[in-house]
């Protein structure tokens, strides 16, 4: 992409509405127009992350056995009003009617939607277990929408539905996510902590948030600084294997939100292990039994002919909430430095003086070789200043930065810099070349 062509409405000042750091980044670097409170417009560079974030998701909850597809973001009531839901969900759910006077509503969450389509097609035990999942908008009317993209009132959601026969294979499906979730975390260059949470509106007796510590989050959490170092289970990982190693290794410290906070057993570890910080929830997964299939009549038959109602949980990522997470996690005072696999693009070009032969044959030279690898790439050939070019590059972040100027490109040279450690060294254009082939 040729940065004169590319959309991409930078701007100097920091936004005196954004209080905090990612919120700021984000409209600097021109990646969401706020279009109402809690609402925005994605522009490219942040569909492009937005896209990224999606993707990563799709390939843990796919390796994990999930099945994608797509539910609607408009519902009718009655559903709700089936599983009871319609009166308890309250302010934040926006109720919508229809020129013929029919209660809708815009999604907050699909539980009740899923389990529609499921007791229509699904009838016996032999069918199970089952996880579906979509990526979609939802909506909730929150008191208070801020920080951006973290806390907004349109947010993009991934929402997994698991169905099984009996509880013992349903928390077995609830580990298959609690893996999947801390690969995909892991992937974005987050680590994220599950910590036991409060069920909330959703109902159930088993459930995990995943937290991101930063000091702007908006919850309190406590939890044991064992955790931060604890890998991901890998991509390696074989679903269909017991993973109650994986998951009790890593609820057997302590890690709670405040709600669940138990001030004795966090005491009761020694003092340099404890962490007391703020978190980002970035994940909530949820096991809840026959919370909506009791009520909604989704019952399978079993192996002795008895028709009974399926085991059920869900499982949400915040995929919009990420990129404020990330950008929280991934910054320092120049701008945004994006972990490589959710970069917008993989590297910025920068040729110093456009019009001059020798650069411009450079550029072109490796753009071209660049992107036949697969590297996504960021052209500036703009005639802006050296100083405004290289102030760009490192507020948007990308990963690596390739410049072309007069003088090297006579000894066949480019520089190249890591925008995460800041490295800069010189790099023979040729060696360049053969290494992308
Ligand atoms: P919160 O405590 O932040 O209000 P929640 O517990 O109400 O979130 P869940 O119902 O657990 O949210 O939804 C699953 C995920 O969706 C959350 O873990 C979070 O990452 C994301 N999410 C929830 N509300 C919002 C929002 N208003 N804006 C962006 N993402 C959100
Ligand atoms: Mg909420
Ligand atoms: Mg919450
Ligand atoms: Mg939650």
């Known amino acids: 992409m040729r940065l004169s062509k590319f959309f991409l409405p930078v701007s100097k000042e920091a936004p005196a509405d954004a209080a905090i750091v990612s919120h700021q980044l984000m409209l600097r670097t021109g990646m969401i127009r706020q279009n109402g409170a809690g609402i925005y417009s994605w522009l490219p560079l942040g569909y492009r992350v937005l896209k990224r974030i999606e993707q990563i998701v799709r390939e843990e909850m796919n390796r994990a056995g999930a099945i994608e597809m797509l539910m609607p973001t408009l519902q009718q009531a009655d559903l709700w009003r089936e599983s009871g839901r319609y009166d308890d969900y309250g302010k934040e759910m926006l109720r919508i009617k229809d020129r013929h006077e029919r209660d809708m509503l815009y999604g907050p969450t699909n539980e009740e939607l899923i389990t529609d389509v499921f007791r229509t097609y699904v009838k016996s035990y032999k069918q199970l277990p089952l996880n579906l999942y ?83 989050g908006e919850s309190a959490v406590f939890c044991d600084k064992a955790l931060l170092d604890l890998p991901a289970p890998g991509l390696d990982l074989d679903f269909e294997s017991d993973l109650t190693p994986f998951v009790t290794e890593r609820t057997g410290y302590y890690a709670a ?64 909430r990420l990129l404020g997470a990330i950008i ?64 760009r590059m490192d507020l948007i972040g990308l990963p690596w930065q390739t410049t072309v100027g007069p003088r090297g490109v006579t000894e066949g040279k480019v520089e190249v810099k890591n925008r995460k450690t800041g490295e800069k060294h010189d790099v023979k254009i040729e060696d360049m070349l053969a290494q992308l082939k």
Request: net charge negative; glycine share 10%.
């Open 328 to 391: 929280e996690a991934c910054h320092d005072e120049n701008g945004i430095v994006w972990p490589e696999s959710v970069a917008p693009f993989d590297v910025g070009l920068i040729n110093m003086r456009p019009g001059n032969e020798a650069c411009d044959a450079a550029c072109n030279t490796l753009y071209a070789a660049l992107t036949a690898a697969g590297r996504e790439v960021l052209y500036d050939e703009t005639d802006d200043r050296a100083g405004a070019k290289f102030a």
């Open 257 to 320: 939100t405040e709600e669940m906070h138990d001030e004795a057993a966090f005491n009761a570890l020694p003092e340099d292990r404890r962490v007391s910080a703020r978190g980002i929830e970035v994940g909530h997964i949820f096991f809840f039994g026959t919370k909506y299939s009791k009520p909604m009549n989704a019952v399978v038959q079993g192996p002795d002919g008895q028709m009974v109602p399926v085991q059920m949980g869900s499982y949400g990522i915040g995929v919009s």
């Open 134 to 216: 979509h990526q979609q908008w939802k909506f909730r009317d929150e008191v208070r929408p801020r920080f951006g993209v973290m806390r907004g009132r349109e947010f993009l959601m991934k929402d997994a539905y698991s169905f099984d026969l009996t509880e013992e294979d349903a928390r077995a499906a609830y580990r298959k996510m609690f893996c999947a979730y801390l690969n995909a975390f892991d992937r974005m260059g987050l680590t994220a902590i599950p910590m036991r949470a409060d069920t909330g509106p959703i109902g159930g007796d088993l459930s995990h948030e995943f937290i991101i510590l930063a000091d702007t």
